[in-house]
């Protein structure tokens, strides 16, 4: 991949302009870690890029990215998200710059970016450019903005939520200037949509070190900037959705997917999860969800689960046609009911998982299947 990411540097260089790989790659790169996620650097302009590169131009976001002075083209199967040099002018949100100036200084556009572990360069020839000491700060595990601290998250509330990831993640220590601006300014982080927040909440929560994470967040009192509640019904920290699951917020947006997942991982967290029919009705994950988060022990509740004599519907050892033919009935709604039934008397052992012994109890219960159906 770096050999590709310098043959993308050499195309633009080729043209009279100057380009770098920048931020997290080149950190990544100094740390021994493997990383995917490319980012340039380049006095190009969005507008010269598109003549560089006609044919492999990402457009998806190309116009809302344009505005900051960035595009994403793909070369060779790999997409890089190539931004100009550009110095950012008045912030206004506590978020984005009210506007962008295009400047021909790598340093200028280094001196605008969040940390200094971030504003590490790489040639075409993979040599380090670092004019801030990013790699120093690296091997001192530390934590620390490039400008002023408290101006720095002042401009963009974000970085308080990335310092704490990042933090987390690399396993790196928070500068102590950097430690009382986020003191200082972590009100701010009110301002900031959820679904960024989100983002960088799921790298933390799906990070190694989650538990460390969480427990920064409460020591920085960021929780309640965050609307984080229930922190303290975390048990397990070692699944994404578990951790959401026990925070259980209305302020973020999930996927449906995630949306599902969590109601149901609180709904059985009111409920026995050793019980069989609990651990049939809501699977195994979803019970090892909530019951890690309650005390019990994965091992303990995957080894009731596999006791189960069925783990779906689908492992009754009848058909729907045979059950028909021998209530003499037509398929309909009545089949899901007779099969709920069927599950509570195989999953409670009163009944074998047997055709003949269930054929045997569909008939001597018929009238009675039949009046509550």
């Known amino acids: 991949m770096k050999e590709i990411a310098f043959e993308f540097l050499t195309l633009i260089e080729n043209k009279g302009y100057k380009a770098y790989i920048v931020g997290g790659f080149v950190r990544d790169y100094l740390m021994g870690i493997t990383s995917n996620d490319i980012d340039i650097t380049t006095n190009a302009t969005p507008q010269d890029l598109k003549k560089i590169f006609p044919k492999f131009l990402s457009n998806k976001n190309l116009n809302k990215l344009d505005s900051y002075g960035s595009v994403r083209i793909i070369y060779k199967n790999i997409l890089f998200e190539v931004t100009t040099f550009r110095e950012e002018l008045e912030y206004l949100d506590s978020r984005h710059p009210s506007s962008i100036k295009y400047v021909d200084d790598l340093i200028v556009d280094l001196k605008r970016r969040d940390f200094t572990i971030n504003a590490i360069c790489m040639n075409k020839k993979g040599e380090i450019i670092d004019p801030l000491n990013g790699d120093s700060d690296i091997k001192k595990k530390v934590i620390r903005t490039i400008n002023d601290s408290k101006k720095s998250f002042q401009d963009d509330a974000l970085r308080i939520l990335r310092a704490v990831r990042f933090s987390v993640t690399l396993d790196f220590s928070l500068d102590d200037e950097l430690l009382k601006a986020l003191s200082e300014t972590k009100h701010l982080l009110k301002k900031i949509s959820y679904e960024r927040k989100k983002i960088e909440l799921d790298k933390i929560f799906a990070s190694k070190r989650a538990k460390e994470g969480l427990e920064l ?15 303290d019904r975390i048990k397990d920290y070692t699944d994404l959705i578990g951790i959401w699951s026990m925070i259980n917020s209305s302020y973020y947006r999930f996927s449906k997917k995630e949306k599902e997942m969590i109601k149901k991982v609180n709904e059985v967290y009111e409920l026995n999860n050793l019980n069989p ?9 979803v019970n090892v969800l909530a019951g890690t988060n309650k005390g019990l022990s994965k091992k303990e509740i995957t080894e009731e689960y596999n006791k189960l004599p069925i783990k779906s519907q689908e492992e009754i050892m009848i058909t729907a046609i045979e059950i028909c033919n021998l209530l003499k009935r037509k398929p309909d709604s009545f089949l899901n009911k007779i099969y709920g039934e069927l599950e509570i008397e195989i999953i409670s052992g009163r009944l074998k998982n047997e055709k003949k012994e269930i054929i045997t109890y569909l008939e001597k219960n018929q009238q009675k299947l039949e009046n509550n159906l």
């Open 277 to 285: 029919y609990t651990l049939y009705k809501y699977g195994l994950y």
């Open 217 to 231: 967040i409460k020591k920085l009192e960021l929780d309640k900037n965050l609307d984080l509640e229930n922190l």
